[in-house]
């Protein structure tokens, strides 16, 4: 017997149009299995609806501020409506790019577990520092407290998209840099620019039990993977899973590699405690994966990472939609 699923999608975040496409995709998967879908924007008249609509459990399709922060999970647990995914405590660690230094420490001094993933090392500066208490004056140095100096990245230390994301060579432009990506929030993350094979790993499950999909291999045809490119058909190509040639010219040791960058991507699931679902961001540098973020709620629109990498995995949509709510099934 089919459940009803209330799929919050839409919001007031940036990743709007994001999350509209998302949660049209997982309806219809969702119907696709049996399940009576719900669509929901997240207006003033949330929750009254859900109160009314009672659903035997909620897919949040929001994306960014509010649907990746923590905001929505804290409203669903507070209303106790079961949902997928990660609870609010997980989120709001999650939602914080320059968290992962710290949570990865904490796990593998907790787990005596031999260190897979690495992450650009960076620094992490409030708007507040930055416009208000003089941080714009010192920019110079940023080249010795930076491993590596220029190139870096700059970009909002929270939210997705690559909304207000940039490449700077320079000390003149990080300024420039600096207040666009702090256009989108209320902080800035500077950190090592790392070139490689970039590639999203999606993961499914819990605890030890979580597994990694076949990692998707994401070349732009010009530029960056930025937010342009994310919108524009035909601007990216994916490969899925990520090809053995791209990661090194010998066969076994393309799969050794492979082996160790899904091994990353759990290392850091696991280290967040995230829970059913995410996919991990990251760059094989040639030596090592190098993980940016994760994201507790992946994109699902047709073009999407998660659905490609299912489908690398020989897994439909709608079959690991339905596995995963099916977990609430009274």
Not at 27 to 32: Q, R
Not at 147 to 162: D, R
Not at 179 to 195: K, M, N, R, T
Request: glycine content about 8%; charged content about 20%.
């Amino acid at each position: 017997m089919g459940l009803k699923v209330a799929v919050l999608m839409g919001g007031a975040s940036f990743e709007r149009e994001f999350s509209l496409a998302s949660g049209k995709n997982v309806c219809a998967a969702l119907e696709e299995a049996g399940h009576k879908a719900v669509p929901l924007d997240t207006t003033g008249e949330l929750v009254p609806t859900l109160r009314s609509e009672r659903p035997d459990v909620c897919y949040s399709a929001l994306h960014g501020k509010h649907g990746e922060d923590g905001t929505i999970q804290s409203l669903l647990e507070f209303l106790d409506i079961p949902f997928i995914g990660s609870p609010s405590h997980v989120c709001h660690r999650s939602w914080n790019k320059d968290s992962m230094h710290y949570e990865l420490a904490t796990y593998r001094a907790i787990t005596g577990e031999a260190p897979v993933a690495s992450w650009p090392q960076g620094i992490y500066l409030a708007r507040d520092a930055f416009k208000d208490m003089g941080a714009a004056t010192a920019l110079d140095l940023v080249q010795e407290r930076v491993i590596g100096g220029f190139p870096v990245a700059v970009k909002p230390a929270h939210g997705g998209s690559a909304l207000g994301v940039h490449k700077v060579d320079s000390v003149d432009d990080l300024g420039e840099a600096i207040l666009d990506a702090l256009s989108f929030d209320e902080a800035v993350v500077i950190e090592q620019w790392v070139e490689g094979v970039e590639m999203a790993v999606s993961v499914l499950g819990t605890g030890w039990d979580a597994y990694a999909l076949p990692p998707v291999e994401i070349v732009p045809t010009k530029g960056l993977y930025g937010t342009e490119a994310r919108m524009e058909p035909g601007a990216v190509q994916y490969f899925a899973p990520v090809r053995n040639a791209s990661l090194s010219d010998d066969e076994g040791d393309a799969q050794a590699i492979r082996a160790e960058i899904e091994r990353a991507a759990l290392e850091v699931y696991r280290a967040y405690n995230a829970r059913d679902l995410a996919r991990i961001d990251l760059i094989w540098d040639g030596a090592q994966a190098r993980v940016f973020e994760v994201n507790v709620s992946p994109g699902m629109a047709e073009r999407s990472l998660f659905p490609a990498a299912c489908a690398a995995a020989g897994l439909s949509l709608s079959s690991v939609l339905n596995e995963l709510v099916s977990q609430y099934a009274k």
